[in-house]
């Protein structure tokens, strides 16, 4: 018998049950579901993520979609009347800040009723963060994954690059974006709930008792009475779960490791994907990663580490099972592009992890993060629930229909042959990720990835080590007075 991957207090923290399960693909279904359940929210609204914008701008997308988020949780609150709203969202350092709204705190405190609080929080170590996305919803239904409630977040996964509905609250359009979340109920919550609590360090209020089960009506559960493995990376507690499980899980890989993230630099988790293609009995790895990135100091530091990695995977490919792939969408402007900001791994069609952390050293060892993750052990419902996301989000990359990649799939065996059966049918399809140049001013940006894709939790009174000589010295001129 196949031996397990996931192992408590090895690369994960605890093993819960879940009720209903399903993964929400794209930021129009994540929101359609979250503010369905918001709805139906009786008594709290737990909201742990690592930015909460209130100008969302959705009004133009569709009835049920706020303009201004703080608007509608004061709003819902007025209709019910024992509902508690906690919102803690990470206060970035001050050159991250320039994006977010300002003086956050006190609009959200004084423009909104009592029971809705929003607080900032900040890790004790310098250039990192708490990244987590975390819903947690009348302690019985939860949303987790790569989305924030935020701005510039939402897309239907069509990804039209002409779309005006992609407007953010400043009235400013943005670009596609993919991303994928989880929704659950069952006992999970309780331990997500926890991890939440231990990181405002106070009881939240909220109640405690699981209440009975919300799910949203915009959505059915894929899944039903299974399991899911919490993991963490916590540099506070000397946790990096999610580093051993990512590792873990390629090494179990038989026959595929598909990978969808915004980052690809981990040069750790680069080695074990080289051993599984130098292995002539190896499995397939398909790794979807966005065209480019925006901004120079972004685009310098993560591209010129992919390309890094790309070369290396490239080398080992020595029986061809390789691909690295982009979204593509017709449009010639090069900065834009689809932004992949969804993490998830599946292994075969026995495991799957979708979370917060990305494929860089800071989520794996430096930032506050969540995944979850589900092995099939040979249950045939789970394994065609992986299955069937795999197959689900290559035919949206491709722009065909899941059936026909599907039956491709079928008729092959394999992934890569389906893809490229489709690849280029359409003009928004799946297209070979090229080695970036970078321009000279990238270059000299790249120089500062050390204080970016950081490899070490530095702690912050490491900056009080200069000023200890200087106390010194004016304690010995003071003495001779």
């Keep these: 018998m196949k031996q397990s991957i996931l192992k408590v207090h090895d690369n994960c923290w605890r093993i819960k049950e879940v009720d209903h399960l399903a993964i929400l693909f794209d930021g129009h279904n994540y929101y359609q579901a979250f503010f369905d359940v918001a709805k139906q929210a009786k008594h709290s609204i737990l909201i742990a993520g690592w930015e909460v914008d209130a100008r969302m701008g959705l009004g133009r997308v569709g009835r049920g979609y706020p303009d201004n988020l703080r608007d509608y949780f004061n709003d819902l609150a007025k209709i019910r009347k024992n509902l508690k709203i906690r919102i803690l969202s990470w206060k970035p350092a001050f050159f991250l800040a320039f994006g977010r709204e300002r003086f956050t705190r006190s609009r959200w405190n004084l423009k909104t009723l009592g029971r809705i609080t929003y607080s900032n929080d900040k890790l004790p170590y310098m250039f990192s963060s708490f990244h987590e996305k975390m819903i947690l919803i009348d302690n019985c239904c939860a949303f987790l994954g790569g989305m924030d409630l935020s701005k510039k977040r939402w897309d239907t996964s069509d990804h039209d690059p002409t779309s005006n509905l992609r407007i953010d609250g400043l009235g400013k359009p943005y670009q596609p974006v993919h991303d994928i979340q989880f929704v659950m109920t069952g006992e999970i919550i309780a331990s997500l709930r926890e991890l939440v609590e231990k990181r405002i360090k106070s009881s939240s209020g909220l109640k405690e008792e699981r209440l009975s089960s919300i799910w949203p009506t915009t959505h059915s559960p894929q899944m039903r009475k299974t399991s899911l493995a919490i993991s963490r990376t916590d540099p506070f507690e000397n946790i990096y779960e999610i580093e051993k499980l990512y590792k873990d899980g390629i090494q179990s890989a038989r026959k595929l490791v598909f990978i969808e993230n915004q980052y690809l630099t981990h040069q750790e988790i680069l080695g074990t994907l080289c051993e599984k293609l130098l292995d002539p009995f190896g499995p397939e790895v398909i790794i979807i990663l966005p065209y ?64 917060s952390a990305n494929l860089n050293y800071r989520s794996m060892l430096v930032d506050s993060e969540i995944n979850l993750s589900l092995e099939a052990k040979g249950q045939k419902e789970a394994q065609e629930f992986i299955t069937q996301n795999v197959n689900h989000l290559l035919a949206e990359h491709l722009h065909i229909d899941p059936a026909e990649l599907r039956n491709e799939y079928h008729r092959s065996g394999k992934w890569m042959t389906a893809i490229q059966t489709f690849k280029g049918k359409n003009v928004k399809t799946l297209k070979d990720l090229p080695l970036k140049e970078l321009t000279v001013l990238e270059k000299l940006a790249s120089l500062i990835t050390p204080f970016v894709d950081i490899k070490h939790a530095i702690p912050k009174w490491i900056l009080l080590l200069p000023i200890i000589p200087l106390l010194f010295w004016a304690l010995y001129e003071y003495s001779k007075v």
């Design 292 to 355: 480019s990135y925006q901004g120079t100091f972004e685009r310098a530091i993560y591209v010129n580490g992919r390309n890094k990695i790309i070369k290396k995977l490239k080398t080992a490919d020595k029986y061809h099972r390789l691909g690295v792939y982009y979204p593509g969408i017709p449009n010639k402007n090069p900065l834009n592009f689809i932004k992949v900001h969804s993490k998830l791994m599946i292994v075969d069609d026995n495991f799957l992890t979708l979370g």
